[in-house]
């Protein structure tokens, strides 16, 4: 059991201190820019998506890595959602980190 | 072969996750009439990934807290449903109730978190 807690505890570090490495950062600046079309959703409070409704999420302060990941999770069609779909479909990994590291850094 | 060893390090981790809330699930939904958990007794078993109150310290899971309610609500019916795939939040979301999803929703929307990025904010930089 112990050996197992410690393995575990192991794997888990581990697991972290993998991802925590595995991307590379972007560049705010750039991301500003390349966000202007997502505040045509992202920006607006109280903006909705519809069938279904629910408020677009905020992404201000949002780790870079998460949307890093989500934005390649619409890319490879994994994540369904016609519009994010189109938008990240003309992405480059570089693109992606630089628009996550700007919402990141809007505390 | 380092992505390979990574990508399998966390595999594992992913997976041992899930299937011990999997069998913790497999116990408790043998309560059918037990009442719905409020928002902050769900939250319990969010913390370890998501932070103490949903601001999250590690970067490859999501910052929730002050998310909108009815996006995560949406998000964890997604995962429900299957629509959108993550082996943690299938495992998490197979024991809840959507009363109890909308309730730990509610929780973490209420929480100090993420903002709105506010164009005319941003326009006067």
Same mark, same amino acid.
Not at chain 1, 100 to 106: D, I, M, N, P, V
Not at chain 2, 2 to 19: D, E
Not at chain 2, 34 to 63: I, M, W, Y
């Given at each position: 059991?112990?050996?197992?807690?410690?393995?575990?505890?192991?794997?888990?570090?581990?697991?972290?201190?993998?991802?925590?490495?595995?991307?590379?950062?972007?560049? @705010?600046?750039?991301?500003?820019?390349?966000?202007?079309?997502?505040?045509?959703?992202?920006?607006?409070?109280?903006?909705?998506?519809?069938?279904?409704?629910?408020?677009?999420?905020?992404?201000?302060?949002?780790?870079?890595?998460?949307? @890093?990941?989500?934005?390649?999770?619409?890319?490879?069609?994994?994540?369904?959602?016609?519009?994010?779909?189109?938008?990240?479909?003309?992405?480059?990994?570089?693109?992606?980190?630089?628009?996550?590291?700007?919402?990141?850094?809007?505390? | 072969?380092?992505?390979?060893?990574?990508?399998?390090?966390?595999?594992?981790?992913?997976?041992?996750?899930?299937?011990?809330?999997?069998?913790?699930?497999?116990?408790?939904?043998?309560?059918?009439?037990?009442?719905?958990?409020?928002?902050?007794?769900?939250?319990?078993?969010?913390?370890?990934?998501?932070?103490?109150?949903?601001?999250?310290?590690?970067?490859?899971?999501?910052?929730?807290?002050?998310?909108?309610? =009815?996006?995560?609500?949406?998000?964890?019916?997604?995962?429900?449903?299957? =629509?959108?795939?993550?082996?943690?939040?299938?495992?998490?979301?197979?024991?809840?109730?959507?009363?109890?999803?909308?309730?730990?929703?509610?929780?973490?929307?209420?929480?100090?978190?993420?903002?709105?990025?506010?164009?005319? =904010?941003?326009?006067?930089?």
């Amino acid at each position: 059991m112990r050996l197992l807690l410690r393995t575990t505890s192991l794997i888990i570090a581990l697991g972290l201190f993998a991802s925590s490495a595995s991307f590379a950062a972007g560049n @705010v600046e750039q991301g500003k820019l390349k966000a202007e079309t997502c505040l045509g959703c992202h920006g607006v409070p109280s903006y909705t998506n519809v069938y279904p409704t629910y408020h677009v999420p905020r992404l201000g302060g949002q780790h870079a890595d998460y949307i @890093v990941a989500a934005l390649k999770g619409y890319q490879s069609g994994e994540r369904s959602h016609g519009t994010m779909q189109a938008q990240s479909s003309g992405m480059s990994e570089e693109d992606m980190a630089d628009i996550g590291a700007y919402f990141q850094s809007l505390q | 072969m380092k992505k390979l060893f990574i990508n399998i390090i966390v595999s594992l981790f992913v997976v041992a996750t899930a299937s011990s809330f999997a069998s913790e699930e497999a116990h408790e939904s043998s309560h059918d009439a037990a009442p719905a958990k409020s928002g902050a007794e769900v939250a319990k078993q969010c913390v370890a990934c998501h932070g103490e109150d949903g601001n999250s310290l590690t970067p490859n899971f999501p910052r929730i807290a002050g998310q909108h309610a =009815d996006y995560m609500l949406h998000a964890l019916k997604s995962y429900k449903n299957g =629509d959108r795939k993550n082996a943690i939040m299938a495992g998490i979301v197979a024991a809840l109730s959507e009363e109890e999803m909308k309730n730990v929703a509610a929780f973490y929307a209420d929480q100090t978190g993420l903002s709105v990025v506010n164009i005319d =904010d941003e326009s006067k930089h």
